[in-house]
T-cell receptor, first 113, second 113 residues
Framework: NAGVTQTPKFQVLKTGQSMTLQCAQD?????MSWYRQDPGMGLRLIHY???????DQGEVPNGYNVSRSTTEDFPLRLLSAAPSQTSVYFC????????????FGQGTRLTVV | AQSVTQLGSHVSVSEGALVLLRCNYS??????LFWYVQYPNQGLQLLLK??????LVKGINGFEAEFKKSETSFHLTKPSAHMSDAAEYFC???????????FGGGTRLMVKP
């Protein structure tokens, strides 16, 4: 019973590089989301998806892209990494919507130098 | 727009003492309210949630929270702290549509022996 799986766990990027953070869930959840966690700021929503083929922006979407081609997968793409994107990234899924219990992955610690 | 304020980024209590973590929210519609806990180097997990009905909500590990509409508060309490309660706690609010979950800045709970 894997739940929500994020890869990689750690990543160091150079400014301007691009990369994709992977997120997969095996609970057949419709709702998936990406957050970034910064000290003192809690978790801030980057993008979310209410089902396959449907995505929308959250609170801090600039510099990030997402797609949802399947129910299981919700990758987050950094287009051109900047030091301000140094953060811990969490993927989460919920059965139907954000007002049901969210299940979180273990996080990806990203450093942009 | 909805928002969450957690008073006190750090709270320290002695083992066996009362735990009180404060959360105030703003929402233009009746909210769905949550408390999540994050242990070091892990993702978040649900402690408890309020949707409708009884305003006193009981969660896991002896925690409970009371929804007070007049005060727009959802404070988290536990009668007797245990060393294993040391963690970071996040209050969150979702709207009725369930499109977005908004987190507070978090409160780090320290438990002294």
């Amino acid at each position: 019973n894997a739940g929500v799986t994020q890869t990689p766990k750690f990543q160091v990027l150079k400014t301007g590089q691009s990369m994709t953070l992977q997120c997969a869930q095996d609970m057949n959840h419709e709702y998936m989301s990406w957050y970034r966690q910064d000290p003192g700021m809690g978790l801030r929503l980057i993008h979310y998806s209410v089902g396959a083929g449907i995505t929308d922006q959250g609170e801090v979407p600039n510099g990030y892209n997402v797609s949802r081609s399947t129910t299981e997968d919700f990758p987050l793409r950094l287009l051109s990494a900047a030091p301000s994107q140094t953060s811990v990234y969490f993927c989460a899924s919920s059965y139907l919507r954000a007002n049901t219990e969210a299940f979180f992955g273990q996080g990806t610690r990203l450093t942009v130098v | 727009a909805q928002s969450v304020t957690q008073l006190g980024s750090h709270v320290s209590v002695s083992e066996g003492a009362l735990v009180l973590l404060r959360c105030n929210y703003s929402s233009s519609v009746p909210p769905y309210l949550f408390w999540y806990v994050q242990y070091p180097n892990q993702g978040l997990q649900l402690l408890l949630k309020y949707t409708t009905g009884a305003t006193l909500v009981k969660g896991i590990n002896g925690f409970e929270a009371e929804f007070k509409k007049s005060e727009t508060s959802f404070h988290l309490t536990k009668p007797s702290a245990h060393m294993s309660d040391a963690a970071e706690y996040f209050c969150a609010v979702s709207d009725n549509a369930g499109n977005m979950l908004t987190f507070g800045g978090g409160t780090r709970l320290m438990v002294k022996p």
